[in-house]
């Protein structure tokens, strides 16, 4: 039933170009935390060649470029610098998305990112350049945070799943942007250009609405309306009145309900419903990170030059990454059609293989400045085709009553395992050498893969229902005269509803 005051409705193109308008702010934003990720390739093989009286170096370097010689310890805080924050910087963006709002979060977080950027260009030493590594990290962190929930709450199911699942693309994005500009111009210059970026996020997100969900859960009816009508139009009207039902008995059950946090935290840790998926996801984010996935972004024209020709690290640095940015473009196309499983293994034990056979190469010095390029190109290529599936898994195997908490403490223990990796690259780069290092990436990765293969169901396609199934040792079908029947078939319709909310829960 539409209101007097909607009477005109807009079209649906209209419609779409608003809810990309919203989310473009967030989308632009990730790829500046890709661009911190990607930073450190580029800037720590300049502050070596600086450090170095004895060398020429391909750039004109300023008078406070007077850093002295690096050691492992202070390169490995360096990259590491943009990781370690990442977890409080969720924790933190949870708490301000749930308190301030999804648009005024992001709002206040460009800012940060802005100064953050200028922290680094403008620095003079160690101390200053870790210091502007690690707000650019908790930035990036808070923003991980918010982007997926403030796009899905403000767009159509029909662009949803592409605008969320632009996540790996617009990372990539950055990451080759960052080299690109790293490859010609100083690293100042550098990061004085990244920091426009935020400042254009800014003044996109002016341009953009709050969340209908978010203001429905402070109270604010008539904003909700005004911003599901901008967003979605009058004709989803009705759709907006039953949701503004559901959301209140959602916000009056969670204030009541609130003395009995404590029981269901313990009731939690004992569910096979929260432990087994949650087992799964943190095993699937370890293979993921032990893979070493992220430490050819971090560390990438230093690893070349260890096993090709120093003389066109940067070059195969851009084709690693343009390599990455279209693999991430096929990945959405593939989760369209492809089984989980199916993605999983052919990523997982493809990047395994290369890895190993990379060490190898290296090892017997078999085609020492050809093989290993062709081996991480192609490595590179299979990793980017399962990077994004633990993301998606996370929302997939938990069930509805754990999705928030499951996601939470696996994603921090994603970004620890981040951490420790990118943190200890650098000493196992010299004292295991290249070879070594590949070789324990591929060992890890190969059996954390065959782990997986016996533990992960497929989710494409199924119900929360049928997954629910997978983690449930018992039989949900009623057996009479040695014939199974489904359970929903021996029940009335008016049941089902409540037989399938049993089953979705651990009793």
């Known amino acids: 039933m539409k209101d007097k005051e909607y009477d005109k409705p807009d079209t649906k193109i209209k419609l779409y170009l608003r809810q990309v308008l919203t989310a473009l702010g967030p989308l632009i934003g990730m790829s500046v935390s890709g661009m911190s990720y990607g930073y450190s390739a580029i800037l720590l093989p300049q502050l070596k060649t600086v450090s170095l009286n004895n060398s020429e170096s391909l750039f004109e370097s300023a008078d406070t470029d007077n850093f002295g010689v690096l050691s492992i310890d202070q390169e490995s805080w360096i990259a590491s610098a943009a990781v370690l924050p990442i977890i409080p910087g969720c924790w933190v963006g949870g708490f301000m998305a749930e308190k301030l709002g999804r648009k005024t979060s992001v709002m206040l977080l460009f800012p940060v990112f802005f100064i953050s950027w200028l922290i680094i260009g403008f620095a003079n030493s160690i101390a200053v350049l870790i210091a502007g590594r690690l707000l650019c990290g908790s930035s990036a962190g808070v923003l991980a945070a918010i982007h997926t929930i403030y796009v ?3 767009c159509d199911p029909l662009l949803r799943g592409i605008l969320i699942g632009t996540f790996g693309v617009t990372l990539s994005v950055g990451i080759l942007a960052c080299h690109v500009m790293g490859t010609w111009l100083h690293w100042r210059i550098t990061a004085y250009i990244c920091s426009i970026l935020p400042v254009i996020c800014w003044i996109v997100c002016i341009y953009s609405q709050e969340s209908p969900l978010w203001l429905l859960d402070k109270g604010k009816i008539e904003e909700a309306k ?16 039953l949701l503004k039902t559901t959301r209140l008995a959602e916000v009056s059950k969670r204030k009541t309900g609130k003395r009995l946090l404590l029981h269901s935290l313990r009731k939690t840790w004992s569910s096979r419903y929260f432990l087994r998926p949650f087992s799964i996801v943190c095993l699937y984010f370890f293979v993921l990170q032990f893979s070493g996935a992220n430490v050819m972004t971090f560390y990438c024209i230093e690893m070349l030059a260890n096993v090709s020709n120093p003389a066109y690290t940067y070059l195969i640095t851009l084709i690693i990454d343009a390599t990455r940015l279209i693999f991430a473009v096929l990945t959405n196309i593939l989760l369209k059609t492809s089984r989980r499983r199916t993605l999983t293994f052919i990523s997982y034990f493809g990047a395994a293989i290369t890895m190993l056979s990379s060490s190898a190469c290296l090892a017997f ?10 081996l991480l190109v192609i490595y590179i290529g299979l990793i980017s085709l399962g990077i994004s599936l633990p993301w998606i898994l996370c929302g997939e195997l938990f069930s509805r009553k754990y999705r928030g908490l499951g996601s939470g403490i696996t994603s921090s223990f994603n970004f620890t395992c981040f951490f420790v990796v990118i943190k200890m690259a650098p000493f196992m780069m010299k004292h295991i050498k290249p070879e070594g290092t590949f070789a324990v990436y591929g060992f890890l990765t190969l059996i954390g893969c065959s782990i997986l293969y016996f533990v992960l169901p497929e989710t494409k396609d199924k119900t929360l229902q049928e997954i629910q199934k997978y983690f449930n040792k018992k039989s949900h079908t009623l057996k009479a005269e040695n014939i199974t029947v489904p359970l929903q078939e021996c029940v009335s319709s008016e049941k089902k509803i409540e037989l399938y909310k049993e089953m979705s829960v651990d009793k």
């Open 365 to 374: 010095d078999f085609g020492r400045l050809w093989s290993p390029v062709i």
């Open 226 to 241: 005004r911003s599901w009508i901008y967003l979605r139009g009058v004709e989803s009207l009705e759709e907006f009145s």
């Open 152 to 154: 899905s709450e403000t």
